[in-house]
């Protein structure tokens, strides 16, 4: 009996003990941290280089626009240099064949109006001749003169080889006239201010 009673008094303890509760361990999760957003000094460094950088990319691109702006302008500043060159050497060449268009003509009737002026010396003064020569030798250089052709006044001036050409030298009345024009052989004419036939003189020595 008392052996049955202390099995059954075992079995009451044991149905009042407390019940087990067994505990499990969550598993650990592994956290991703972001090193551009753990410190806000980091993400000012970085927009500061940032800046830095496209700043400094702009700069480089102003300074080549700069080479490129003067380089366009030098070329720009020859062109214009060049055509200015020629135009005025065109506008000139145009002026000198307008004003001695008739040059290589007026040049032929130089020796027509030599031969004339002989001729008139060679007349009587009254000579009907003479006196329609001298009115056709007028007309001739009043028309002449129009196209810019002007007699060269030598005799008396001081030789100056830009204008005349010395055939001979004679002895000088006196040291005043050394190198002087004495004669003119053959006259000089000029065509709107350029030497179109020099001077044929005889210089004092």
Known sequence: M???????????????????????AEPEVEVEIDENTDSGDNNRKNRRRRSERHANELNAKVEEM????VEMNDKYMRIYSEYENYRKRTNAEK???ILNGGKDV?????????????????L??????KEGMQLILKNMLNA???????PMEAKG????????EAITQIPAP???????????????YFLNDEVLRFAQVVVGC
């Open 2 to 24: 008392e052996q049955e009673k202390n099995t059954e008094q075992i079995e009451k303890e044991q149905s009042m003990e407390e019940p087990v509760i067994e505990v499990y």
């Open 66 to 69: 700069g080479r490129k702006l």
């Open 95 to 97: 002026a000198g064949l």
């Open 106 to 122: 007026i040049k032929l009737m130089l020796p027509v109006i030599d031969d004339m002026e002989r001729a008139l010396d060679n």
């Open 124 to 129: 009587a003064d009254g000579d009907a001749a």
């Open 144 to 150: 002449l003169q129009q196209k810019g052709l002007r």
């Open 157 to 164: 001036a001081k030789f100056d080889e830009n204008f005349h």
């Open 174 to 188: 006196s040291p005043e006239f050394k190198g002087m024009v004495m004669d003119v052989v053959k006259k000089g």
